[in-house]
């Protein structure tokens, strides 16, 4: 008999609890940000044993009381607590994103709770690992159909199948981790919270044209990675066109590249390098780059695997101005961040990382669209602007596959707002801030 998801989470949290405390911020690495992966790409983690047990009634809104007149939604959560690869004392690394994200997405119950205009159940759902016991569970488990909302899951093939099956049900889903474009077609109820890279290279791009001509800007990266370099070129509203600098393949270093001729005095000279597979290939560019520019002025703008590059030495990123784009970034330093990071840690035992501050935002975002709006929300997404602890929402359509019928035919919606964040003396913060 598999345990209870209930009190495996509850010995997780314990066995959480144990653990050293780690500081909530550290220099030059704010917040690991998450990965942004190109249309298709299958995520690198991979999983093992699974099992298509249902889970934890959660009904913690329902003991509170003052709930005032409030109806009651049922949220359905998938996360891979991986119960099944558990054993006595332990817990699996890798179900540290479900433990960290639920725990976050209980304390945003609680607020809404506490606001006493809605009700919220949560039922939640193990989806361990294989695709198959993910199948298992959504045509097998009694009550897999109760929630009216589900959040997750988090693999990227299983997000697919979630998102086939929920369009089938009519279901809304928020999809709170993959940021892979054309996940699903002529969905409306579909809503994904992380930006796509699409997402992140038009932003990037905007805020490099603020500023700059097209000319002084030159797009890096390896011969696999060239087809990255069209949302730039699609992004591009200036009069000029950006210059390019592909390295062949089996290149491993810029010996060779002649970085020179892309320095001009008198104007900064940006380099966007939309790499992040690599910290040697990343090393190896600002090493040359900082070796040729001289007195030239140089800003590079990379992607938000940088943040939690280990590898690489700060000096470079201050000397060469570097700037990422990032889909979160947390005010450690604000005093709504310290409450929640209190709360957690009398919750749990331990500090929250991103992963929770996720499931808080992404929970209460939910919460409090119900509430405004009902079921019918998703047609309300364009004119919403919603601010959370980690990050700001700001969605649009995404058309990637999706026929044009003329009625304005769209496939999903997609969280749009992107962060540029800046290194500085802190490490990054966004442009525009002293932190």
Known sequence: MRTPILYVFAACMALLSCEPARQATVPGHNRVTKPVTAPGTVDTIRWKENTARPVIKDDTADARKNMGDGQTWHIGYLLPFLTAQSEEGSIPEKSRFALQFYAGAKLAMEDLSAEGKIRLKADVWDTQSSDEDFRTLLEGTPGIQKPVLYIGPARTSQVEIFAEWAKKNRKIVISPETPSSGLTE???????????????????????????????????????????LDYFRNANTGTGVFQELVIPEGVSNFDKADLKKYLKPGRINVFIMP????????MAFLRKLREVKGTNKVEVYGMPQWQGFESIDGEYFTSLHVHISSAFWTDHSSEAVKKLENRFYEMTG?????????????????????????????????????????GKFRFGKNTTGAVDSGDGAFDYWENREVIILRFGEHGFSPVGTDR
Request: net charge negative; glycine share 6%; hydrophobic share 35%.
């Open 350 to 390: 331990t500090l929250p990382d991103e992963d929770a501050f996720t499931g808080y935002d992404v929970t209460l975002f939910a919460g409090k669209m119900l509430l405004r709006y009902g079921l019918s929300f998703p047609e309300r997404l364009q004119k919403e602007r919603y601010t959370g602890v980690q």
């Open 275 to 282: 790499s992040w597979s690599s910290q040697d290939f990343v």
């Open 186 to 228: 002529n969905n409306p109820g579909f809503i994904q919270i992380n930006p796509s890279l699409q997402s992140h290279c038009e932003a990037i791009t905007a805020h490099v044209l603020e500023s700059n001509s097209p000319e002084a800007v030159t797009l890096v990266c390896r011969q696999k990675e060239q087809d990255r």
